[in-house]
Structure formats: structure tokens, C-alpha cells
T-cell receptor, first 114, second 115 residues
Framework: EAQVTQNPRYLITVTGKKLTVTCSQNMNHEYMSWYRQDPGLGLRQIYYSMNVEVTDKGDVPEGYKVSRKEKRNFPLILESPSPNQTSLYFC?????????????FGSGTRLTVV | AQTVTQSQPEMSVQEAETVTLSCTYDTSESNYYLFWYKQPPSRQMILVIRQEAYKQQNATENRFSVNFQKAAKSFSLKISDSQLGDTAMYFCAFLFGAGSYQLTFGKGTKLSVIP
């Protein structure tokens, strides 16, 4: 089954403790992206990657890092989490074709930083 | 700047009735892609319907259809014969420009279907 897999689904951590949210897709998509969702703000892009070793900042990149060493994986790293990073996070991937354009989203990761 | 506006934070509709969710946008691009996503309480982001800006014909997927008014920069979603399972957050989203891969989302409309 074609899918984007995020782990964990839920995570509670303390301020300053480094964490990684994993994202993996099995569709051989070139493009992957991370979004955060906050009430009343919709989804905002954190980082994206056009292909292996190619990453760039989205609209809200502060406090986050990413890497793209393999095509299928795109982990999101919080080096020193803070309470304002409490949010719902989504990973998405895409491979654009004329007949099949759009994004596939993971199931989301609910992160709480206390 | 490219912006997306959903002016209805919350809406409700009676089961079996029809409801229309509004979305407007601002862009100077001539070619772009438009989407409606549904997010039920399970929080999964589910693609409902999509449209390419250059296509004149409005997209339809079963009970879901769009009214795309390019000149007015409007992209509304109509849900016919509303069902309890349609209760969810609905987001409109845009991909502005042929070479862009960044989805820009509206803030969402919370739809409740009342039995």
C-alpha cells in the first residue's frame, strides 16, 4: 500500500531534550515536506526537500532541522524543543504527474513539550 | 504574497442537506493547482477534490463539487446530501506556480453535520 509513515503518533517530552520524528514513504517520491498544524492557523510549512541532499526552509523553520540522506526518509529534528513547538506535525510527499498531482500525508505526530 | 482565506471558521448543516464552504485566494500566477482536504477527528489529511486552474470545467467527485471562479479568485466546495461522516475540518490549499511544490493552506472550516 502506498503510504507515508510517521513515528511516533504521540510524543510528550521536556524542554531542551533533543528528539526526532521519523517520516518514510514507499512511493519513490522526489519531494517531501514537513508541516505543523496549530488551531486557527491551518498548516504551515517547516522544511521541504526536492530530492536527496536538497533541502530548504519553509515558512516556519526556526527551531527545526531536517536531513534527506535517502530518498524515502525525511526526519524532522528538534535539537532543543520548547513549549511553543507543541503542535500537530505532518509529513507529506509528492511526485508530480499531469494525471496524478497532489500530496500524500502521513497520519500526523502530536507533540507536547512541557 | 500569496494568501488563502477561508472566512467561515465553523459551519453546520442538517443531514441530507447541501452546504457550501468558501475559499478565496490571491496570486499573480496564471497557472496553479487547487485542493480541498478533509481532516476528520482521526486527524488524517484526506484529499477530497482537486482542480487545475487552467481547466474551465469544475471538478466533481461523487457528492463533492467545486465552483471555481478564476476571475474572482474563488474556489468553493459544495457538499450535497451531507452525511454524518462529513463532519470534519476542511482546508482549501493551493500550489501556486508550475515550478512550486509548496502547498499554501487556508485556516480551515469546521463543519458539523447534524442528525
Amino acid at each position: 500500500e502506498a503510504q507515508v509513515t510517521q513515528n511516533p503518533r504521540y510524543l510528550i517530552t521536556v524542554t531542551g531534550k533533543k528528539l526526532t520524528v521519523t517520516c518514510s514513504q514507499n512511493m519513490n517520491h522526489e519531494y517531501m515536506s514537513w508541516y505543523r498544524q496549530d488551531p486557527g492557523l491551518g498548516l504551515r510549512q517547516i522544511y521541504y526537500s526536492m530530492n536527496v541532499e536538497v533541502t530548504d526552509k519553509g515558512d516556519v523553520p526556526e527551531g527545526y532541522k531536517v536531513s534527506r540522506k535517502e530518498k524515502r526518509n525525511f526526519p524532522l529534528i528538534l535539537e532543543s524543543p520548547s513549549p511553543n513547538q507543541t503542535s500537530l506535525y505532518f509529513c507529506a510527499s509528492s511526485s508530480w504527474t499531469r494525471s496524478n498531482y497532489g500530496y500524500t500525508f502521513g497520519s500526523g505526530t502530536r507533540l507536547t513539550v512541557v | 504574497a500569496q494568501t488563502v482565506t477561508q472566512s467561515q471558521p465553523e459551519m453546520s448543516v442538517q443531514e441530507a442537506e447541501t452546504v457550501t464552504l468558501s475559499c478565496t485566494y490571491d496570486t499573480s500566477e496564471s497557472n496553479y493547482y487547487l485542493f480541498w482536504y478533509k481532516q476528520p477527528p482521526s486527524r488524517q489529511m484526506i484529499l477530497v477534490i482537486r482542480q487545475e486552474a487552467y481547466k474551465q470545467q469544475n471538478a466533481t467527485e461523487n457528492r463533492f463539487s467545486v465552483n471555481f471562479q478564476k476571475a474572482a479568485k474563488s474556489f468553493s466546495l459544495k457538499i450535497s446530501d451531507s452525511q454524518l461522516g462529513d463532519t470534519a475540518m476542511y482546508f482549501c490549499a493551493f500550489l501556486f506556480g508550475a515550478g512550486s511544490y509548496q502547498l499554501t493552506f487556508g485556516k480551515g472550516t469546521k463543519l458539523s453535520v447534524i442528525p
